[in-house]
């Protein structure tokens, strides 16, 4: 992906310093700038997680209208080398982003991500009941191609386990060797790849990782440097924990980020929370110091919203592409909506479900069938019935920007671009 206008300057002054330019982006949110002894000066870089076309495109924009650089956070589940339920591989997700960038005249700095990388992390490896030896060489390979496509941030995440596996916390020596052993990898492959330093994102806010408290996030960071430190690995920008946050849930805890942040800052590292979807409120993740933050399942729904919106403008004008149906479909036969039952829910048909519930989860989960051929079919359709009355995609592509910019917002990251060219050499050389 090419660097955009005011991305070169972050990437020189990262050359310059021997760091990956995410990690000179992470100190900048706590540095020149920022004042951490004032609420409210803070900044939470906003991540995204790509699970559409229209998504994707929609952060671009909102980002180079705040005026904010943007980082993609991308799942395996999404984008991998057999092309994810996007149908992107790491390298035309970076060809998109690059040539969308440059169709709409995006500006500021834009950065790819690994999210969740390891092993059994991917549900397709989970069913497969690959064994540990198998399920770790995946999740290598698909972190080869993150680099070789030039992906600037990776979430090293082996707290996943195959089905049927306990959720017991793992030891915490287990997710470090594991992690230690996927770093290994990676940088072995930066360095025959030829690429320039990269950014490391650690832990994770899955029940079997046991980072629940600051205690442990700060034991796991001790032990995670003293590994790394021994085999001369960089330290992770990034340390994901469980801020208490969950996908059908808008419940922050905001007092345990606080402890969170005075774990990581000791071994300076920021903190990054999951599962940002609908939070209230937003504003605690930078009063609270959490440096990142993922947002992916509520812009889905918010993308499924808007095209519920059209449908019920194309039955008005007399029209039905059977969208919605089409859509319910598509992801009941998925089987991905089971993923998200809670603990009373398992077992239960889908009809059988209260109709909030089957509408939540056709919500959020469009985004595993955006691309399957009946579901494209009938959007095609509604865009053509609503077509003399509404442009279809610059509506989605609306909704989906209103939702992106109030995290902007939020995360006090308007202008920060600006802020960033301030901050930056003139001339890093």
Known sequence: MHAPASDGPLRAAAHAEGKPPTAVLA???????????????????????????AVTRAA????????????????????????????WTPGSL????????????????????????????????????????????????????????????????????????????????????RTTTLLRHAEATRRESDRPPLAYEVGTDEARGGLQSADRVRTFLRRLHMALDAH??????????????????????????????????????????????????????????????NVGPGLSAVEAKAVRALAGLESRLGHDSRMVDTLRAAVVESGRWTKWLRTDEQGTAFTDLSPDRQRW??????????????VRAARTALYEHVAPYRDADTFVLWRLKTAL????????????????????PEDPS
């Open 27 to 53: 100190r900048l949110l706590l540095g020149p700038f920022s004042d951490p002894s004032r609420p409210g000066t803070r900044h939470t870089l906003l991540a995204v997680c790509p699970s559409s076309k």
């Open 60 to 87: 671009l924009l909102a980002a180079q209208e705040a005026h904010t650089p943007l980082l993609y956070a991308a799942t395996l589940n999404q984008v991998d080398r057999d092309g994810g339920y996007t149908g």
């Open 94 to 177: 970076r060809d998109f982003v690059g040539d969308e960038a440059d169709r709409l005249g995006v500006e500021v700095p834009v950065f790819l991500g690994l999210d969740h990388g390891g092993p059994w992390a991917k549900d397709a490896h989970a069913n497969a009941e690959l064994s540990p030896d198998a399920a770790m060489t995946e999740a290598k390979r698909s972190v080869t191609a993150c680099i070789k496509a030039g992906y600037d941030l990776l979430h090293l995440d082996p707290a996943a386990g195959p089905p049927g596996a306990p959720s017991d916390s793992l030891p915490l020596d287990t997710l470090v060797d």
């Open 232 to 293: 001369g690995l960089p330290s992770p920008t990034f340390v994901v924990g469980n801020l208490g946050t969950r996908l059908d849930s808008d419940d922050l805890d905001a007092d345990r980020a606080r402890r969170f942040v005075a774990a990581a800052e000791e071994s300076g590292t920021l903190v990054k929370g999951h599962y940002t979807d609908d939070v209230a409120p937003l504003s605690d993740y930078p009063l609270s110091g959490v440096g990142g933050a």
């Open 361 to 374: 989860l056709v919500n959020t989960g469009s985004r595993y069938v955006w691309t399957d051929p009946d």
């Open 405 to 424: 910019l109030r995290y902007m917002h939020a995360f006090n990251l308007v202008g920060l671009a600006d802020q960033l060219a301030e901050a930056l």
